[in-house]
């Protein structure tokens, strides 16, 4: 199944508990700056966080299924490239705002162990708070890896 497929399978519920969802290889453009040569995988229960309403009794990021379909695409076509925070982590700033009017963000962690592989692993998915304050303070700690022009 390809992701679109995989996501639907999702909502559905048809997946197994245990099943993650594969996007695909990491793009060229991710590979350019520095991100493992590895299929870019999320989990089952990060999508459930991403995708639960904020005001839910469990906290969520409300991102909707509209622009959860497109994030292979905005991966692969990202408007900004940072360093995360941590090791091996990389955050994609896409052309995507998610409902409350911010600019969506993807955090992924390269080269994550994973029983007997290892691979790039989601592990957010949301929309960016202070975003201009955010940007100017990568810019200003040189963790900018790419800006499309």
């Excluded at 966080?49 to 695409?73: F, M, N």
């Amino acid at each position: 199944m390809n992701f679109k497929q995989q996501l639907a399978a999702f909502f559905r519920g048809e997946l197994k508990r245990h099943e993650v969802i594969f996007l695909g290889q990491t793009p060229p453009i991710l590979l350019e700056h520095g991100m493992s040569n590895l299929g870019i995988f999320i989990s089952q229960a990060t999508l459930k966080k991403v995708y639960r309403p904020q005001d839910s009794v469990a906290t969520g990021h409300g991102i909707s299924r509209q622009i959860l379909k497109t994030v292979k695409e905005q991966i692969e076509n990202p408007l900004m490239i940072l360093k995360g925070n941590s090791n091996k982590s990389f955050v994609i700033v896409t052309e995507k705002i998610d409902c409350n009017k911010r600019p969506v963000v993807v955090a992924i962690h390269s080269d994550v162990d994973f029983v007997f592989e290892k691979r790039n692993e989601i592990k957010s998915i949301h929309g960016r708070n202070d975003f201009d304050c955010y940007i100017k303070r990568e810019i200003e700690k040189g963790n900018l890896l790419y800006k499309k022009s």
